[in-house]
């Protein structure tokens, strides 16, 4: 099947499963997780329909955005975010999915403030307690936010999450109903410049689980693009690296 035709499919999937939770078709956004993708199956991909964009490595993303910036696309960050590469994130991204600590809400917010403007985030957070994972873990997600609503070039407009890797639909949607309930929390506790207005959860595989527990966003690789050749473990590392856990702590 053709991108055209695979992203088709997947709109209709997104559709009916909106309607079945009595939800309209167009209130769910449909990011394309592009990683490995070339720009010219993405530039396919955006003729055919689809406005958001969403890459995994800073370098990988940046090279693709200077052949594809003159399209009418979004373009979302959603992996994990080096502190040195904020500089680079910030040269295309229209939002970030994945800030998880408070050492990058920082960083962010220093260049921001050298650039002068704001930026549309969402907190990722580790619903599938999963060591390997980055996200803030679901205890610490609510005082996270608390602290990143004080960087005012921060507009936190919702939450972020990958579900567990697993054929168990229970476990999975177990993920995305933690998600969901950190959403709703936050929208009680109506803080200052805090927004949630969307919930990033679903890709290929779960997506119909994600939105059946209140997904507004979901982000969908496979289904439109076809299996990926480069494993996913260069995009989530199995391990995560010294640096990372030195600058977690
Ligand atoms: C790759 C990726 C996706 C999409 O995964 P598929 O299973 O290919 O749909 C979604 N979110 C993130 C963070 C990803 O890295």
């Given at each position: 099947m053709s991108i055209k035709e695979n992203l088709e499919a997947v709109k209709q999937n997104i559709a009916a499963t909106a309607r079945r939770v009595g939800?309209?078709?167009?209130?769910i956004v449909l990011l394309m997780a592009t990683k490995t993708v070339a720009p010219e199956r993405i530039r396919e991909a955006i003729h055919a329909g689809g406005h958001i964009i969403g890459e995994n490595k800073v370098q990988e993303a940046l090279k693709k955005y200077e052949v594809l910036k003159g399209e009418e696309a979004e373009w979302h960050f959603i992996g994990h975010l080096q502190t040195n590469k904020v500089k680079d994130a910030l040269k295309f991204a229209d939002m970030i999915h994945s800030v998880d600590r408070l050492s990058l809400a920082e960083k962010l917010d220093h260049r921001l403030q050298q650039e002068g403007r704001c930026l549309d985030i969402l907190v990722q957070v580790n619903t599938s307690h999963e060591e390997s994972k980055y996200g803030v873990a679901p205890e610490e997600a609510i005082s996270l936010v608390r602290q990143i609503a004080g960087y005012n070039t921060l507009k936190i407009q919702g939450l972020m999450t990958i579900g567990l890797f697993t054929k168990d639909e229970v476990k999975i949607r177990k993920c995305f109903k933690t998600l969901k309930e950190i959403y709703d929390a936050l929208i009680k506790e109506d803080i200052d410049r805090v927004n949630m207005k969307y919930l990033s959860m679903g890709m290929s595989g779960d997506y119909q689980i994600a939105i059946e527990e209140g997904a507004n966003m979901v982000r969908i690789g496979t289904a439109i693009?076809?299996?990926?050749?480069?494993?996913d473990a260069y995009y989530w590392p199995s391990e995560k690296t010294d640096a990372d856990r030195a600058e977690q702590r």
């Open positions: 939800k309209r078709p167009e209130d693009f076809g299996v990926r050749t480069t494993p």
